[in-house]
């Protein structure tokens, strides 16, 4: 009976919502807010009635249940409420842990969190290789280490070192080259002018504005680094 009860107030909020849903409000409340409510409703509707039945003549227990069943609701109404704040959190976090760590968003932007040294740590692929850089939006050029472009099946014995290039360690040369496919997250950019540092002179690779001018758009948004490719 009681889930006929539940059913009821569902079906009847469906109802309202189909009839007014154009309107800004309904009865002076939000469209989904009144969704919510009855879905709360419904649920309250058949703890009780799931209460009531397993609890008969034991209401200690049948209070103790009930409290139980609140405090789940009021959790799961919590966790909703925040939730964007809790991914928030949980970025964070996953950068702090796991440096470099990018997460693909609904509409397709690639996200990464600031370190706590305050450098953007990323984690994409040269040529199908997993590569791991440093964002430097200073560096004309995506820039990699020798052992980096090795990796990626660059020989640095190859290249001519013939461009002079400022690093962390002073100033150095460093070779031009293509990346046939550099990937970070869900973005891919083929044919890649990049330069190649001298060996030992670079520590990490540099995501440069090579493939970041061909981006839809980049941005810094507090600690939060967000990348649009030009098909997301």
Known sequence: MRGFVALGIIIAAIAVLVLFGGNETILGLRPDLIAS???LGAVGIIALGWVAQHFR??????LEAMAFWLAMIVMLVGVYSYRFELQGFANRLLGEVAPGYTVTLAGGEV??????GGSFIID??????PTRFVLDTGASAVVLTSEDAARAGIDPAT???TQPVSTANGRTMAAATTIRELTVGSITERSVPA??????????SLLGMTFLDRLASFEVRGDRLILRGRGG
Do not use: K, P
């Not at 996200?111 to 706590?116: D, L, N």
């Open 37 to 39: 409510l009855a879905g």
């Open 57 to 62: 003549g034991q209401w200690t227990r049948a």
């Open 111 to 116: 996200q990464v969190t600031r370190q706590a």
């Open 124 to 129: 994409g692929a040269v040529n199908g290789v």
């Open 159 to 161: 290249l001519f070192y």
């Open 195 to 204: 330069l190649v540092a001298r060996e030992g002179s670079l520590s990490q």
